[in-house]
């Protein structure tokens, strides 16, 4: 079965201060799909990055970079110089391999809280 | 384009009403899925569809039905309402094909049971 954990339940960060959002994810397939989802005040998620197991490079978007590592299931989630509108919860999420659809699904980790004070 | 929409936005019910939530997507999406939210638990996938009138169960399916009579609506039901029922429902839609896709979400109803 697959499984997320994402340790951290809450963080607390300074403007500008650089943080790290972990993910460990469980799975017996050789091929998946990682994906982070942030949830906003508002409340709606909004996808951020997608990951294809196949592709190990580092990815950086701005502030965001994203460390992908199979050799310790880990798809961690780094933002650069934080602001307040970053404070969010932010899910990781890794879904099974299907080209059916009838396995389409993604299971979440329980998200992280990060709270950004000016 | 309105993407994802969900009716009502929030909702109070008392212990065994009954309701119905409406998910609707306009982006011809062929899979469509109801998650629940709680706190600490991350998002939990109640029911799904991969296609018009087909539906499937998920994680938590007990105490709810779902429907799609149409490919753009996914109705989930809660026939008697429970307080353990309490929660944020979100639906989501997504492309056909390989898990590639990312699923899009609707802006969640807020479900109170009492």
């Known amino acids: 079965a697959q499984k997320v954990t994402q340790a951290q339940t809450e963080i607390s960060v300074v403007e500008k201060e650089d943080v790290t959002l972990d993910c460990v994810y469980e799975?017996?397939?050789?091929?998946?799909?990682l994906f982070w989802y942030k949830q906003p005040p508002s409340g709606e998620l909004v996808f951020l990055i997608r990951?294809?197991?196949?592709?190990?490079q580092n990815e950086i978007s701005g502030r965001y970079s994203w460390n992908f590592q199979k050799s310790t299931s880990s798809f961690n989630f780094t933002i650069t110089a934080s602001q307040v509108v970053d404070s969010a919860v932010y899910f990781c999420?890794?879904?099974?391999?299907?080209?059916?659809?009838?396995?389409?699904?993604?299971?979440f980790g329980k998200g992280i809280t990060l709270s950004v004070r000016p | 384009n309105a993407g994802v929409t969900q009716t009502p936005k929030f909702r109070v019910l008392k212990t065994g009403q009954s309701m119905t939530l409406l998910c609707a997507q306009d982006?011809?999406?062929?899979?469509m899925y109801w998650y629940r939210q709680d706190p600490g638990m991350g998002l939990r996938l109640i029911h799904y569809?991969?296609?018009?009138?087909?539906?499937a169960k998920g994680e938590v399916p007990d105490g709810y039905n779902v429907s799609r009579l149409k490919k753009q609506n996914f109705l989930l039901g809660l026939e008697s309402a429970a307080p353990s029922q309490t929660s944020v429902y979100f639906c989501?839609?997504?492309?056909?094909?390989?898990?590639?896709?990312?699923?899009?979400f609707g802006p969640g109803t807020r479900l109170t049971v009492l």
């Open positions: 989501a839609s997504k492309v056909e094909g390989s898990s590639y896709n990312e699923q899009f």
């Open positions: 799975t017996r397939d050789t091929t998946y799909y």
């Open positions: 990951r294809n197991s196949f592709d190990e």
């Open positions: 999420a890794l879904s099974e391999v299907s080209f059916t659809g009838a396995n389409s699904k993604l299971t």
């Open positions: 982006m011809n999406h062929e899979y």
């Open positions: 569809s991969v296609g018009e009138g087909t539906t």
